[in-house]
C-alpha cells in the first residue's frame, strides 16, 4: 500500500483559490498516476484530475477543466491540485488517490474537506 496524507483544505470564499498538497510515502515506486477525487453529500465520488507519474501528463474532467491544475514533484512523493475560481458547487470532500501498476486506484488518502462560502 502507499500511504498517502493530504492537506490544504478549508473554508474559501466563491472566487477565490485553493491548493492542496498530497504526500505519498511507502511503496512510491509501484505508482503509476495519481488522482484527485471529490465527494459531496449526496453524490458520488468523481475523479476530477489526474497525472501520470513519470510522463506529467495530465487529464481534467469538464467540471474543473480551465480552473484547475494538477502537478507533481516526483523528489517530494508529492502531488498538488491547484483551484482557481472556486465555486459553492466545489464544496466537497477531497481525497487523493493512487494508482499503483496501473491497476486503477487502489490507494486512497484520508480526505479533506472543502467549503466553499458564497
Known amino acids: 500500500q502507499v500511504q498517502l496524507v493530504e492537506s490544504g483544505g478549508g473554508l474559501v470564499q466563491a472566487g477565490g483559490s485553493l491548493t492542496l498538497s498530497c504526500a505519498a510515502s511507502s511503496r512510491t515506486f509501484s505508482i503509476y498516476a495519481m488522482g484527485w477525487f471529490r465527494q459531496a453529500p449526496g453524490k458520488e465520488r468523481e475523479l476530477i484530475a489526474q497525472?501520470?507519474?513519470?510522463?506529467?501528463?495530465?487529464l481534467y474532467a469538464d467540471s474543473v477543466k480551465g480552473r484547475a491544475t494538477i502537478s507533481r514533484d516526483n523528489a517530494k512523493n508529492t502531488v498538488y491540485l491547484q483551484m482557481n475560481s472556486l465555486k459553492p458547487e466545489d464544496a466537497a470532500v477531497y481525497y487523493c488517490?493512487?494508482?499503483?501498476?496501473?491497476?486503477?486506484?487502489?490507494?486512497w488518502g484520508q480526505g479533506t474537506q472543502v467549503t466553499v462560502s458564497s
Open positions: 497525472i501520470t507519474w513519470s510522463s506529467g501528463r495530465t
Open positions: 488517490a493512487a494508482n499503483r501498476y496501473a491497476q486503477g486506484y487502489n490507494s
